[in-house]
Structure formats: structure tokens, C-alpha cells
């Protein structure tokens, strides 16, 4: 069954794409079915129907009652390893 998973920034464009690729590659690599959805971090509450997983690349405070789990690490390359360990931690 795939796994939706919210890719948001700021503006939906550059640091969401960086951060999607990642995950995508992630899941692939680990064999995990998902679909993307890149958005606004304005738009995410309209689009969290049936998610598993909301990824950001800005500070989000408010709680969807979906995972959130903070995508900066993508576009830093600090920590990178345990971003991922974390996203696969929710999807597994």
C-alpha cells in the first residue's frame, strides 16, 4: 500500500523539491511504495486527508495529528542519516 507523504516549504518550489527527491530515493532504496504531494506550508491542512507523513523545510508549530518530522537536514546535509531513520521509523 503506498504511503502519502506532504513535502512542504515556504514557497513549494526549491527546498520542498530538494527534500521530495530525497525521500522518494529513500523509499526506493528501502522499497517503500509512496506518493509525494509538494505544497505551501499554508496548504498543508487542506491536503493531509489519508497522509502518513508530513515532511517540511520550514518551522511548523501546529499539530495535524499526523507525524511531522523536520525536512531541513536535506537541505543542509546536517544529519541527514537520522531525518531519514526518523521518516522510515513512520512509514515502516
Known amino acids: 500500500m503506498k504511503k502519502r507523504i506532504i513535502v512542504a516549504c515556504g514557497g513549494a518550489v526549491a527546498t520542498s523539491t530538494v527534500a521530495a527527491d530525497k525521500i ?4 526506493k532504496k528501502e522499497n517503500i511504495p509512496v506518493e509525494i504531494i509538494q505544497c505551501r506550508v499554508s496548504e498543508i491542512a487542506s491536503k493531509c486527508d ?8 520550514s518551522r511548523v508549530k501546529k499539530d495535524y495529528g ?13 544529519n541527514v542519516e537520522k531525518t531519514e531513520e526518523t521518516i522510515l521509523s513512520y512509514l515502516k
Open 50 to 57: 489519508n497522509v502518513d507523513l508530513i515532511v517540511t523545510t
Open 66 to 78: 499526523i507525524p511531522l518530522v523536520s525536512g531541513m537536514s536535506f537541505v543542509s546535509g546536517i
Open 24 to 27: 522518494a530515493e529513500l523509499c
